[in-house]
C-alpha cells in the first residue's frame, strides 16, 4: 500500500512541475507576422504606339517610303525600284532584358526579283539626311537583344529596305516585267510585305 502511495505522489509531482514550466514559459511566447513586397517586373512594349503586350497577335499598318524616281510615277514601285518602311519599337515601359525576332516576307510570289535587303537601327536623335550604318538581312529575319540596365529603354525605329533588282543578279528578263506591269494596270497589284515580330524575356 505504501508502495504504491509513493508512485502516485511521483506521478503527481511530475505532472504539478510540467505545469509550472508552461505557465513560467508561456510570458515570454510573442507572435508576429511578415509580409515580403517585391515589385514585379514591368512588360510593355508599344509597337508603332500599338500597345501589343496584351494580345497574342496584333495587326498593324506599316507605311511604305518609295525613292522617288523621276521616271516612275510617286509612291508606285517598278523595276529598280527602292524604299523602306519603319518599325518603331518602345520598350520604355519594360524592366527585364529582353531578345526580338523580326521575320520577313514579301507575298507578291510572282515577282522573285523584289527582295528585302537591309536594316538599320536608328535611335530617337536620328533626323532624316543623317548617315545611316545599314546591316544586311539574312534568311529575312532580325534579331537583337537588349539588355537592362539602371537606365530605362530608349524607343528606336528598325528600318527595314527592300529594292527591286534590276541588273545581273535579276531572276526576270524585260518580258516578265511586262507582264507584271499589264496585271498591276489590270488588277490594281499593290506590293504586299509581311512582318512577325516576336519579343521573349531573356532567361540567361
Known sequence: MKKKFKILLALMSLSLTLGLMSNTYSRYVAGTSGNIEVK???????????????????????????????????????????????????PSNTELSFNYKISLEILNEAIPDLMITKYALLNTTHQEGDNIQTLNITDNQITGSLNINENAY??????????????????????????????????????????????TQKTN
Open 40 to 90: 514585379f517586373t514591368k512588360w510593355q512594349i508599344l509597337v508603332n504606339s500599338n500597345d501589343i503586350t496584351n494580345e497574342n497577335t496584333t495587326s498593324i499598318e506599316l507605311t511604305p517610303v518609295i525613292e522617288e524616281n523621276t521616271n516612275v510615277a510617286k509612291n508606285t514601285i517598278a523595276p529598280s525600284s527602292k524604299g523602306y518602311f519603319d518599325i518603331d519599337i518602345d
Open 154 to 199: 530608349e524607343p528606336f525605329t528598325i528600318r527595314i529596305y527592300f529594292e527591286w533588282f534590276e541588273n545581273e543578279n535579276e531572276t526576270m528578263n524585260d518580258e516578265k516585267d511586262t507582264e507584271i506591269g499589264i496585271k498591276a494596270a489590270s488588277e490594281d497589284t499593290t506590293l504586299q510585305i509581311k512582318a512577325s515580330l516576336e519579343f
